[in-house]
């Protein structure tokens, strides 16, 4: 049976770390949110079934994956989605490295697929993932929305890349309302435990050692998971901008960063997980890795001007929970 209501809303992604948060968010809000997710085994899929438990156990989410035209079709057939929130992807740089293929299919078919079914099913508003990692060689901090980014360091930042370009262009020819979003190193509870601060946090706590690149000589703009949420549904909910606004950026397709704009020394970072663990890291000293960024800032004021994105969450608030949370999820094998 149809669900005729055009207010309810896709998030794509939705097992994942930042999807997750969001359609809990949106529930908190009373919408009626529809989840998709293909629980791939990227990381362990029992800690994507058990942050929907945990998070979201009264969303319905659909298994099927972005390149399956026919699946998603009838997903879209059922439901008259008003809105959609894109955040699947296949994520992380390292691993693009690794299997060119998953990010080929996951990031660009599956995009594509997306923008196709937005345009022909009415969709009011993407909102969609893109990354800081797109700034690449082309741009110096603090990275700017105006800035280049056609020297991406890696296949992951080249498809994120694409997906900005692709959206203006659907945005251009059929007048589809996108949003791109450049997230800046997200973190907090139940985050994906491939990045650096569950990695760290749970290396600390069991007493191995980590790895850190280029013998220290990094700086992140740490995101806390509460101030990316606000920035996604501060998106979403924006006003749309006036006809014939920012036409070379695509009329209706807008971009911006989202970060915490106070780039954090990776030692100061890991000193804060130290404190928090109750018990010093083992450092192993490494070169830079291939596809990294010695330096991550977002310039924010884009975002503040056009929906008020106002960041507040500095490490020294935001990592003891994630520290807190993998000693009780993790227990002994953290």
Known sequence: MSDQSTDTILVTGAAG?????????LRARGAKVV???NFNDYYDPRLKRDRVAALIPDVEIAQCDLTDRAALEALFDQHRFGRVIHLAAQAGVRYSLENPHAYVDSNLIGFVNMLELCRH????HLVYASSSSVYGDSATPPFSESQRIDRPRSLYAATKAANELMAHTYAHLYGLRATGLRFFTVYGPWGRPDMAPLLFSRAVLAGRPINVFNHGRMRRD???IGDIVAGVLGAMDAAPRPAGEDAAEGGPHRVYNLGNHTPVELEHFISVIEG???????????????????????????AHADFGFEPATPIETGLPPVVAWCRDYFGDDA
């Open 276 to 302: 928090a663990a109750g018990r010093p890291a083992e450092k192993t000293y490494l070169p830079m890795q291939p596809g990294d960024m010695v330096e991550t800032m977002a310039d924010t004021a884009r």
């Open 121 to 124: 099913r009415g969709v009011q």
């Open 222 to 224: 740490f995101t806390y």
């Open 17 to 25: 770390f930042i999807g997750a948060y969001v359609c809990r968010e």
């Open 35 to 37: 989840g998709l997710d």
